[in-house]
Structure formats: C-alpha cells, structure tokens
T-cell receptor
Framework: GAGVSQSPSNKVTEKGKDVELRCDPI?????LYWYRQRLGQGLEFLIY????????KSGLPSDRFSAERTGESVSTLTIQRTQQEDSAVYLC????????????????FGPGTRLTVL | GQNIDQPTEMTATEGAIVQINCTYQ??????LFWYQQHAGEAPTFLSY????GLEEKGRFSSFLSRSKGYSYLLLKELQMKDSASYLC??????????FGDGTTLTVKP
C-alpha cells in the first residue's frame, strides 16, 4: 500500500516569503507528527495530531509556524516570513497511534521536504 | 515531560559488536522504539520493547529495563552499511512517541 508522501520534495524560497508543506499520511492512521531536522542533527518535534483531539503544538518554535490537519487525512505545515534558520528537512510521520504497542505506534516517515531559505 | 539521553557519536570496527545505550524519564510509559536513519533518508523502524528483557532480531537485539529507565541496542557482526544514526523513541500510553537526539554510528574497515 501507499506510504506517507510529502510535497514538495525540495523548496527554495527567499527570506520573508511564506511556504506551505504538505503531508499525506497512510490511510487510517490517526496520529500524525511533524519534525524538523537540521543537517547532522536529531529530530526536532514540532506538532502532533491525534484523531479529533486538540493538537500538541508544544514543539512549534515560534508563532510563524502553524499546522492544520483535515480530519484524519492530509496535513499542511505553514511557515510565515521564512528566515534562513528555517532551512532544514521537514519530516512527516504517521501511525495508528492508539497506544497499543508496535503494531499501532510505529511511526512511518515520509521522504521529507528539504527547505532552503536564501 | 520526557527526557531521553543517548551518546552523540560512536565508532566501531567492521565485524565487531557495538552497544548503543538510551536512558529515559517519562510518565505513562508504553514502549520504547529504536529507529535507524541513514544519511539523507527518513528513519525506519528497527525494534520495539515494552516488557523487560532482550528482543533479538537477526544481528540486532534490543534490551529494556523499565525500572531503570534504560534500553540498549546491540548490533553484532557489524557491516559497513550499519553506519547510520540510531534513534531511541519512548511511547506513552496516549500513543505519542518522543525521540532522543540519536547516536551516529560510524563503522570502519
């Protein structure tokens, strides 16, 4: 079956512009995560959606970052007024996400969007 | 909140055994994952532990001690292709996982 997909795969933008990144999770996965990964560094948690619960936004680095998810489907991460420090790979992952162990909580990652802010 | 610690870097020789440790503090613990991430690629699932003890899967094994908040990933008969980052992630009973910063393993000939 189809895995997690993300678009675009690469995005080059100018400082100050807004960007929108898209994630299509695996069908039926209730949990969806966004992460940022700078070159040579670990995964930085940004936001977590779980079903119809209020999203966990505790990882968003500033109010320039926001994310939405439509039901249990596609999610978009928006970065307003981009800065050079926003340059990174943005990874999306999904899982069944119901606290039931490996079969439900293993995260499946998309290929990421590489964002470059000039 | 959760606190997850792993060594930043490790180096080992091809054919050898290496152990990557992970310590954590969390509430509502519901399992610990290990993921592998090759450079330029997305992380992929390696193993999962929820009960104390050792889970073996081929050349890779993962150990958990819940009372000590400790896990390790053991890689045997190292191959050059095992050079990657290894990420420890703790899952709560709400279904949310949190990652450590990862351990970059370099395997040398």
């Amino acid at each position: 079956g189809a895995g997690v997909s993300q678009s675009p795969s690469n995005k080059v933008t100018e400082k100050g512009k807004d960007v929108e990144l898209r994630c299509d999770p695996i069908s039926g996965h209730t949990a969806l995560y966004w992460y940022r990964q700078r070159l040579g560094q670990g995964l930085e948690f940004l936001i977590y959606f779980q079903g119809n619960s209020a999203p966990d936004k505790s990882g968003l680095p500033s109010d320039r970052f926001s994310a939405e998810r439509t039901g249990e489907s596609v999610s978009t991460l928006t970065i307003q007024r981009t800065q050079q420090e926003d340059s990174a790979v943005y990874l999306c992952a999904s899982s069944l996400g119901i606290g039931g162990g490996a079969s439900t909580d293993t995260q499946y990652f998309g290929p990421g969007t590489r964002l470059t802010v000039l | 909140g959760q606190n997850i610690d792993q060594p930043t870097e490790m180096t080992a020789t091809e054919g050898a055994i290496v152990q990557i440790n992970c310590t954590y503090q969390t509430s509502g613990f519901n399992g610990l994952f290990w993921y592998q991430q090759h450079a330029g690629e997305a992380p992929t699932f390696l193993s999962y532990n929820v009960l104390d003890g050792l889970e073996e899967k081929g050349r890779f094994s993962s150990f958990l001690s819940r009372s000590k908040g400790y896990s390790y990933l053991l890689l045997k008969e190292l191959q050059m292709k095992d050079s990657a980052s290894y990420l420890c992630a703790v899952c709560t009973n709400a279904g949310k996982s949190t990652f450590g910063d990862g351990t970059t393993l370099t395997v040398k000939p």
